[in-house]
């Protein structure tokens, strides 16, 4: 039931910024340190929204332990950042 949530979200994290850095010959400290910071921060943002969907998440499933198993995989996003 979360993963279904979470799944979704995960697709949204996958940047091309990502794909066209690897492919170029070279890249400055400066351009990786961005990207960092970019997807850190892109990962702290679905984190957020994540904790903020797990109360609605678990109302439309009827099912209160949701809460917690939401909040628990909204922490891959934040560390896969």
Do not use: C
Not at 27 to 38: C, E, G, K, P, R
Request: cysteine-free; proline content about 2%.
């Amino acid at each position: 039931m979360v993963t279904a949530i979470t799944g979704l979200a995960s697709r949204l994290r996958i940047s091309d910024s990502l794909k066209a850095t690897i492919q170029r010959k070279e890249i400055t400290h400066d351009q990786v340190s961005a990207l960092f910071w970019i997807n850190a921060a892109v990962g702290l943002g679905l984190m957020l929204v994540t904790v903020a969907l797990a109360p609605i998440l678990a109302r439309f499933y009827r099912e209160p332990r949701l809460v917690n198993i939401t909040l628990l995989l909204s922490l891959t996003f934040l560390i896969g950042g």
